[in-house]
């Protein structure tokens, strides 16, 4: 298993890891004009003084500021699902959302879920009201924190966690807040991570804006196996074979003749 001392972060391989991420969910099921790229200087709304009322270092600022972003329509609607139920957040139109003053620290809650204890180095990945994902990236260890990680999850990831003690390389208030009940891997694997539940439709859009899980909704396995079923019939995981418009429109299909009492 990989440790600790063998990671080191690098905004440039965090930005590509985040770009291939979404150029991946672009070729399964989302419209890839809703990628947005940063200008070269990078996004202006995200400044040094905003981040700074969030109490966030200038590694995090920097990195903020490069990234692409999933465009999401309106403030909490309509948001491009990149996981589960989930939107990643899109901190250039999150400084809109919540300006400067009282309201920036929703920001701040809403990436970071109920976790207290988060350094100022730690920026969270995931925007949730309802804590349903907290990914928080570590500016200087290099690895993600997915608190609260399924263990079906992290016993079948495609990747290895790191299995370093929490408590060895942190203070016990962070360890408890969220590093001690979390799965961990480096930037680069974790985004492999997720990439591998969706190649095994673990994790299942049914739309070009939502993405369903097998492990929040286990009672449900017929439904599953008639989705996993009609991506393996337009070939899936294979990106060559794959029909993506095609497929998208058979899932809709499906889910109104079978489940039309449920909203997808």
Same mark, same amino acid.
């Given at each position: ?23 991946? &969910? ?9 990628? @947005?790229?940063? #200008?070269?200087?990078?996004? #202006? ?8 009322? &969030? ?7 920097? &990195? ?8 999401? %329509? ?15 957040? !899109?901190?250039?139109?999150? %400084? ?5 003053? $009282? ?6 809650? &809403? ?5 207290? +204890?988060? $350094?100022? +180095? ?40 790191? !299995? ?30 997720? @990439? ?11 739309? #070009? ?27 899936? #995981? ?5 029909? @993506? ?10 889910? @109104?003749? +079978? ?6």
């Amino acid at each position: 298993m990989p440790q600790l001392v063998d990671i080191t972060y690098s905004e440039e391989v965090t930005i590509a890891a985040v770009r291939d991420y979404y150029d991946y &969910l672009a070729r399964m099921y989302m419209d890839d004009t809703w990628v @947005k790229e940063p #200008p070269e200087e990078g996004w #202006p709304a995200i400044t040094v003084d905003y981040m700074r009322e &969030l109490g966030k270092s200038d590694k995090v600022i920097s &990195l903020l500021k490069h990234l692409p972003y999933l465009a999401c %329509t309106t403030q909490h609607y309509e948001a491009l699902e990149a996981v589960p139920y989930c939107a990643f957040a !899109d901190w250039p139109m999150m %400084t809109k959302w919540y300006p400067s003053g $009282p309201r920036s620290k929703s920001a701040k809650a &809403l990436t970071e879920g109920m976790s207290d +204890h988060v $350094p100022p +180095h730690v920026v969270g990945l995931v925007d949730d009201s309802e804590d349903r994902a907290v990914f928080l990236l570590d500016t200087e260890l290099g690895i993600v924190h997915w608190v609260d990680c399924e263990s079906e999850i992290i016993a079948g990831a495609s990747r290895d966690v790191i !299995d370093d003690d929490a408590y060895d390389y942190a203070s016990e208030e962070e360890g408890d807040s969220f590093r001690g009940n979390a799965g961990k891997w480096a930037i680069d694997d974790f985004f492999e991570v997720l @990439k591998g539940l969706y190649r095994q439709l673990k994790f299942i859009p049914v739309a #070009p804006r939502r993405v369903i899980s097998v492990y929040s909704q286990p009672e449900k396995p017929e439904q599953w196996d008639m989705l996993q079923r009609i991506y393996r019939e337009h070939g899936w #995981p294979d990106m060559e074979r794959y029909r @993506k418009e095609e497929c998208m429109d058979a899932i809709q299909e499906a889910l @109104k003749q +079978h489940y039309p009492d449920e909203l997808y």
